[in-house]
């Protein structure tokens, strides 16, 4: 590894410095959707999933898919949080105190209402629903950024469907006397 001179950073740094600036705000969107709307959780999945990918450089550069290796990194981090057993503990709040700004696009009863059904989702079957429909990847390259079977794929994103639909078909009297079309 060579050093640049003066800077004290090595070549490896400055690559990774261009990817972080050039990919950063897509991996926090798909962090935001496969943390069902959660931008502070998808803040931290993003800096933990960047962190893994600086120790793993290397092998990044030698993949062939480096969209599936990033994608398959955040999912992995989404996971090993999950399983963290001071996040069981933690109280999310719908409205924090004392914020300045409107909510995001998509903000409203019916975003609210997808938001949650995703939020309902164990975390692989949300990231395949997050893969295959919001990121139109297909069965093969969801597998490999989940890292398990097509089948496995298959099988998760029906069963998400399926939860996803009587979450919203639930969700759906709120909607209309919010005003909301279905």
Known sequence: MRRDRGSGRTERDEQFHEFVV??????LHTATLLTAGDTHLAEDL???ALT?????WPAF????NPDGYVRRVLVNTLIDEKRRIWRRREQTMAVLPDVAGSG??????AGDAVRQALRELPP?????????????????ATADALSCSEGNVKS???????RLRAALNQA??????QGATP
Do not use: E, H, N
């Not at 050039?22 to 991996?27: M, Y």
């Not at 893994?52 to 793993?56: D, H, I, S």
């Not at 550069?61 to 062939?64: E, G, I, L, N, V």
């Open 22 to 27: 050039s990919r950063r705000p897509r991996l």
């Open 61 to 64: 550069q030698r993949a062939d």
């Open 52 to 56: 893994k990918l600086y120790v793993a």
């Open 124 to 140: 692989r079957m949300r990231a395949a629903v997050v893969f295959r429909y919001f990121y139109d990847l297909d069965v093969a």
């Open 172 to 177: 759906q009297p709120t909607f209309l006397s």
């Open 156 to 162: 998760q994103t029906a069963r998400g469907l399926d």
């Open 104 to 109: 995001p696009a998509g903000s409203g009863p």
């Open 46 to 48: 993003v800096q933990a």
